[in-house]
């Protein structure tokens, strides 16, 4: 499903990504972890063309995304970014019919009876529907967030591409949101790429990890051979004590305060 070979890239002169390979099949659940830096929401925003690839090349369901445009692109492959403090002055349901452009004829200009029908059933799937007639501005981070997840959903994509959709919202929102994420790859095989911080969230729901370091690909494989006690320290130069949760093959991490 998604193919990414020998990936470099960055940001004017700055090289961030350097020599990135990996694959994708699709039906996974794949987490991108690593510490701050390391080149995780440059990986998300390359993938998606929204920065321009130096060497190497990304391939989407077979094509490489240098030949596909945004509406093509936007078919296959959903992205939901950390939620930003500034949102438009539209209405739940007028933001997640957003969702619905990619498929718009060359000529239309108004949502059909099918978009609006097919929006209303991503605004319940995310169980916001007591918020459909909500200004977005209203919205509570954890509200806003599980919008912009409607609105990802509403273009019916292959692949759903999130960038850290966990960030700086309660346990509650966290497990909301991580466990609609795990029923949509279960129940309709949708491919979920997700950058993740919380390390324990990542080996509880991804079935795969990628992991950076440096601008690199340090080690990729299931959270088990992962999240290992060496790994962790290597990359994040801190202690930590990795157990086995009874969720089988899950590890968890303790991180280890340093002795005074």
């Given at each position: 499903?998604?193919e990414v070979e020998r990936l470099s890239c960055g940001y004017g002169k700055k090289v961030v990504l350097e020599d990135v390979s990996f694959g994708v099949e699709g039906g996974e659940f794949v987490g991108i972890i690593g510490?701050?830096?390391?080149?995780?929401?440059?990986?998300?925003?390359?993938?998606?063309?929204?920065?321009?690839?130096?060497?190497?090349?990304?391939?989407?369901?077979?094509?490489?995304?240098?030949?596909?445009?945004?509406?093509?692109?936007?078919?296959?492959?959903?992205?939901?970014?950390?939620?930003?403090?500034?949102?438009?002055?539209?209405?739940?349901?007028?933001?997640?019919?957003?969702?619905?452009?990619?498929?718009?004829?060359?000529?239309?200009?108004?949502?059909?009876?099918?978009?609006?029908?097919?929006?209303?059933?991503?605004?319940?799937?995310?169980?916001?529907?007591?918020?459909?007639?909500?200004?977005?501005?209203?919205?509570?981070?954890?509200?806003?967030?599980?919008?912009?997840?409607?609105?990802?959903?509403?273009?019916?994509?292959?692949?759903?591409?999130?960038?850290?959709?966990?960030?700086?919202?309660?346990?509650?929102?966290?497990?909301?949101?991580?466990?609609?994420?795990?029923?949509l790859n279960r129940d309709a095989s949708l491919t979920i790429i997700v950058v993740l911080h919380d390390l324990n969230l990542?080996?509880?729901?991804?079935?795969?990890?990628?992991?950076?370091?440096?601008?690199?690909?340090?080690?990729?494989?299931?959270?088990?051979?992962?999240?290992?006690?060496?790994?962790?320290?290597?990359?994040?130069?801190?202690?930590?004590?990795?157990?086995?949760?009874?969720?089988?093959?899950?590890?968890?991490?303790?991180?280890?305060?340093?002795?005074?």
């Amino acid at each position: 499903m998604l193919e990414v070979e020998r990936l470099s890239c960055g940001y004017g002169k700055k090289v961030v990504l350097e020599d990135v390979s990996f694959g994708v099949e699709g039906g996974e659940f794949v987490g991108i972890i690593g510490p701050n830096g390391s080149g995780k929401t440059t990986l998300i925003r390359t993938i998606c063309s929204r920065i321009p690839i130096r060497k190497g090349d990304v391939f989407l369901a077979g094509k490489s995304t240098n030949e596909m445009n945004r509406r093509e692109m936007a078919k296959v492959i959903a992205v939901v970014t950390q939620s930003p403090e500034e949102v438009p002055p539209f209405s739940v349901e007028e933001f997640v019919l957003l969702g619905r452009v990619p498929h718009w004829g060359r000529f239309q200009l108004f949502e059909t009876k099918e978009d609006t029908e097919l929006a209303e059933k991503t605004i319940v799937l995310t169980g916001i529907s007591h918020l459909h007639a909500r200004g977005m501005k209203e919205l509570s981070g954890g509200e806003r967030q599980l919008a912009f997840l409607a609105r990802a959903l509403a273009q019916e994509p292959q692949v759903l591409l999130l960038d850290e959709p966990t960030a700086h919202l309660d346990i509650g929102h966290q497990i909301k949101i991580m466990d609609l994420l795990k029923k949509l790859n279960r129940d309709a095989s949708l491919t979920i790429i997700v950058v993740l911080h919380d390390l324990n969230l990542a080996g509880l729901y991804c079935e795969k990890l990628i992991l950076l370091h440096d601008g690199r690909l340090h080690s990729m494989g299931s959270p088990k051979s992962v999240l290992t006690e060496d790994v962790i320290e290597a990359v994040y130069c801190t202690s930590v004590s990795v157990i086995e949760t009874p969720i089988k093959d899950k590890p968890f991490i303790f991180p280890l305060p340093h002795e005074e």
